[in-house]
């Protein structure tokens, strides 16, 4: 069984909805980290949490270390928005090399 | 802000071919990492670079070599290409272990 797993692994939208996506771990963790994958392949860090909550425009990222759970949302979706989301954790008490990376969720948003 | 620089972006190989990925980082970042990344599956730590002078062993290390060259520039070597290395390979740099990491555009390499 994977260490990280995300949910769903495609989604797809209408432009204006809200979406979100969900990654679980079965590891203890040191930090939760959010990442964007565009079509076109670069990767960009979102969010790194360690508990609660962040928001940033129109993304929200939250963690419940005790269920072992973390969603990211998006308000009022847009095409842009389009793209592969991951979900990467960093084992606790772990080298420096130990993140560990969820498949990807794809998200479709259509106009 | 060029940020993380891979090259080249695209490659092909024949198995048995050697070359080098290069990666340079313009942040004074002191950690860097390669990554694989194959359809179906999560990222793969290839090697990683604590600081300058340092490498070790990732998840995925088998057939790959790497150098870190100074602060800036931390290389990936496959000697004798496979195709099973055939991937889509990202280098990645963070200011210490516990920050975000920051991706370059990614080498797809293909090999024959």
């Known amino acids: 069984k994977n260490e990280v797993e995300q949910s769903p692994q495609n989604l797809t939208a209408q432009e204006g909805e809200f979406i979100t996506i969900n990654c679980s771990y079965s590891?203890?963790?040191?930090?939760l980290h959010w990442l964007q994958q565009h079509p076109g392949g670069g990767i960009v860090s979102l969010f790194m949490l360690s508990s609660g909550k962040k928001k940033h425009g129109r993304l929200i990222a939250t963690i419940n270390i005790q269920e072992k759970h973390s969603s990211l949302h998006i308000t009022a979706s847009h095409p842009r928005d389009s793209a592969v989301y991951i979900c990467a954790v960093r084992k606790s008490g772990g080298s420096q090399g130990n993140l560990i990376f969820g498949k990807g969720t794809k998200l479709s948003v259509k106009p | 802000n060029a940020g993380v620089t891979q090259t080249p972006k695209f490659q092909v190989l024949k198995t048995g071919q050697s070359m080098t990925l290069q990666c340079a980082q313009d942040?004074?970042?002191?950690?860097m990492y390669w990554y694989r990344q194959d359809p179906g599956m999560g990222l793969r730590l290839i090697y990683y670079?604590?600081?300058?002078?340092?490498?070790d062993k990732g998840e995925v290390p088998n057939g790959y070599n790497v150098s870190r060259l100074n602060k800036r520039e931390f290389s990936l070597r496959l000697e004798s290409a496979a195709p099973s290395q055939t991937s889509v390979y990202f280098c990645a740099s963070s200011e210490g272990w516990v920050g975000p990491q920051h991706f370059g555009d990614g080498t797809r390499l293909s090999i024959l």
């Open positions: 942040m004074n970042h002191n950690s």
């Open positions: 590891v203890g963790i040191s930090a």
């Open positions: 670079s604590a600081s300058e002078g340092t490498t």
